[in-house]
């Protein structure tokens, strides 16, 4: 009788263990996850940082899992479209989002923000992180962001600063800035980063925060003048130049990022196991050097610090909005 209930006992264990795996492996269908091509929604057009980023990864991801990972522009809106596109697609993981910095603006720069990304998405993977760096005209007579700090405190309201948009990251980035340090800035917004980078080299404007990649160049060229990176630590694109907390503006991070997101209500086998690879690609020596040239740095964490990472970037920027007074209908 003992050994009959042993091996019950046995029977259901091993069936119960098989239960769980066949869970993990599947997204509630019966079918191993993924078992067709998985499009992975751009707000931005190709070549913009989010494209570079996301096409970085998804060979490695086609590799592992076996299916078809492609990338599916949609720009407009400052990502808001694409948003919109994958809230509104089936829960099942064949439809995911490449989340940037600007969608997290974007929940307190709109009255009514299109999407909640908190509500309307399940966080699935970090990706990566590309920071700003603050450049100066060479001939300004300041070698580091606190010196530039003190001129400008010194000069309230003549000072100007570019952007590459109103109320893009590097705009509400200078606006950290000035509201940190108390500065009174002009700021001079410009429909892209060439034209205002051209400004900034001809001396039309004093200072700019913009993307590693596309100043560096003029940097090394003696056209412009780095003085700081915004990201926590010192950029692989730029190892020579410090950051704004070495430089004492503490917590002073900043820069576009991108992670992966799923609509609201994708099965959990699929989103973990998104997230293992994802976290295991990234870590290749090759994509990893790959995201060096473009001056970006791979991010990785599990699907709660994944969460927990967006949620702080919506937090932050909402204080960035309220205190620059801006919105958008």
């Known amino acids: 009788m003992k050994q009959g209930i042993i091996i019950s006992i046995c029977f259901y264990s091993v069936f119960f263990v098989a ?165 009174d800035l002009l700021h001079v917004p410009y429909k892209g980063t060439p034209q205002a980078t051209t400004d900034l080299i001809s001396g039309q404007v004093t200072m700019m925060f913009a993307n590693t990649l596309s100043v560096l160049p003029s940097v090394n060229a003696g056209r412009l003048r780095a003085l700081a990176v915004t990201s926590v630590k010192r950029s692989s694109a730029a190892p020579d130049i410090p950051t704004m907390i070495e430089a004492g503006f503490a917590g002073f991070e900043s820069g576009t990022w991108f992670s992966l997101a799923a609509p609201a209500g994708t099965p959990g086998a699929a989103i973990q196991r998104l997230n293992a690879e994802v976290n295991r690609v990234v870590q290749l020596q090759d994509v990893r050097d790959k995201f060096a040239v473009q001056g970006a740095e791979p991010l990785t964490g599990n699907v709660e610090q994944t969460a927990a990472y967006v949620r702080s970037e919506i937090d932050k920027w909402a204080k960035v909005v309220k205190a620059s007074a801006t919105k958008v209908e």
């Not at 769980?20 to 067709?36: D, I, L």
């Not at 509104?88 to 995911?96: K, Q, S």
């Open 19 to 183: 239960s769980v795996s066949a869970q993990t492996a599947s997204t509630g269908s019966g079918q191993a996850y993924p078992a067709k091509t998985v499009r992975i929604v751009i707000g931005f057009p190709p070549g913009a940082g989010s494209d570079i980023v996301t096409r970085l990864v998804t060979p490695g991801l086609t590799k592992a899992l076996g299916q078809q990972f492609v990338v599916d522009n949609r720009a407009g809106a400052t990502g808001n479209i694409a948003a919109e596109l994958v809230a509104r697609a089936p829960p099942d993981g064949y439809t995911l989002l490449t989340v940037t910095a600007s969608l997290a603006i974007n929940q307190s720069l709109y009255k009514k923000p299109p999407v909640n990304l908190t509500k309307d998405f399940d966080a699935v993977a970090l990706l990566g992180t590309v920071p700003f760096v603050l450049v100066v005209h060479p001939s300004l007579p300041v070698r580091s962001a606190k010196a530039f700090v003190a001129f400008a405190k010194a000069r309230p309201g003549q000072v100007s600063f570019a952007s590459t948009g109103q109320d893009g990251s590097p705009h509400l980035t200078a606006e950290m800035l000035r509201m940190q340090a108390a500065l």
